[in-house]
């Protein structure tokens, strides 16, 4: 079915979900460029050997959720097929996403992102979860890698594999999925072995995600102890100090409720009993000197979850109101050269696999308008 309405032009990327691709259609009725996102079939170990046993969970939770959302800062779904047990989206194509710009920032050498486009891509972040929170969605899985960004600068929040409503949900959102949110970008209250957790846990992601841009890497980059059963889910707790090493030690006086977090007591094994926070030591340490930006960001990384700031309020935080100097379509007053994403071509079959890469890196230049 896929062949029948798609050109695909190269490869992009794999995943442990499965493999995306850049086409076009072939109906010219139907112009443009779509990124691909085909699952692997869901499978289970049987008699030595994997067995499929159906379509991809990952996929019917990212296909429900959507085919109900519109919003200029969502990636928008065009098409879903299904063959068998053989899924694929299509989605519209964004040109970059925001780990492969801030890894273009680091090279040759490091050089800072503007100040405007900082704002921008922060906004429209916030702008596009704030759409889902009020929707009754959590992401759960925040990070640059997942941030899509057109060749004009829009931001289209993506990956919606994690997503789940959290209104009137008939189990915990624990119970289905007992490990959200990549390590690095994951709130203090799911280290903490939270069963119940709200929308704060995005507003976390997105702070690790606003302090990434500034600084061209991850704040807090622990190192994650792996799962040795799908039912045991171990406090990690190297992720936990590099978090405590910056925001100083979580307190019942900062977090009201602290002691009843199920992995509370593991706070005791750290061999230094109280940091300070240090946030805004870290923040000038990286040529950061907006003090609204400072204070963004301090709502954003609030240890207790009920203070953190909400989507909707950081939206109209002064750190976007004070300066004007910015524009909610990211490169539209700038001259910004990225790289397109690189390309390669891959046998339609799995097994076998040709590395030459396709020239199609080239530049994307947004002039003054």
């Excluded at 050109?7 to 990124?35: E, M, R």
């Excluded at 040109?95 to 801030?102: N, S």
């Excluded at 609204?292 to 989507?311: C, F, N, Q, T, V």
Aim: hydrophobic share 40%; proline share 5%.
């Amino acid at each position: 079915m896929e062949k029948k309405r798609y050109n695909i032009l190269g490869f992009i990327s794999a995943g442990t979900y499965g493999k995306v691709y850049k086409a076009t259609a072939k109906d010219s009725k139907q112009p443009g460029i779509f990124a691909i996102k085909r699952f692997k079939p869901e499978s289970k170990f049987s008699n030595g050997q994997n067995v499929t046993n159906g379509i991809s969970q990952s996929a019917i939770r990212e296909i429900s959720l959507c085919r109900e959302l519109h919003h200029e800062n969502i990636v928008n779904l065009v098409d879903v097929m299904i063959d068998g047990t053989n899924i694929s989206m299509v989605f519209e194509y964004a040109e970059y996403d925001l780990l492969q710009i801030i890894q273009f920032h680091l090279r040759p050498r490091p050089h800072p992102i503007p100040k405007s486009i900082i704002k921008s891509f922060t906004w429209q972040i916030l702008n596009g979860i704030a759409y889902l929170h009020e929707n009754w969605i959590l992401h759960r899985d925040l990070k640059p890698a997942n941030i899509l960004i057109t060749e004009e600068g829009v931001v289209k929040v993506g990956d919606l594999g994690l997503g789940r409503i959290f209104r009137d949900s008939l189990q915990s959102l624990y119970a289905s999925d007992r490990v959200v949110v990549t390590i690095w970008y994951r709130a203090p209250e799911l280290l903490l072995g939270a069963r119940n957790y709200t929308p704060a846990i995005d507003m976390w992601a997105i702070g690790c995600v606003f302090a990434e841009i500034l600084a061209l890497g991850p704040l807090f980059k622990g190192e994650e102890m792996k799962m040795e059963t799908k039912k045991v889910v171990p406090f990690q707790k190297n992720q936990m100090l590099r978090i405590m090493e910056v925001l100083g030690t979580p307190t019942e006086e900062r977090w009201p409720g602290l002691s009843q977090y199920p992995e509370y007591h593991q706070l005791a094994t750290y061999d230094v009993q109280y940091w300070n926070n240090l946030l805004p030591q870290w923040y000038h340490s990286v040529k950061a000197n907006d003090p609204d930006g400072l204070d963004l960001l301090m709502k954003l990384l609030e240890y207790d979850p009920s203070k953190r700031i909400s989507a909707k309020d950081a939206l109209s935080h002064s750190f976007f109101t004070r300066d004007s100097n910015w524009n909610k379509v990211a490169f539209k007053d700038h001259e910004v050269r990225y790289p397109r994403r690189r390309i390669s071509v891959e046998s339609e079959e799995p097994s076998v696999k040709r590395s030459a890469a396709v020239p199609l890196y080239g530049l994307s230049k947004h002039t003054k308008l």
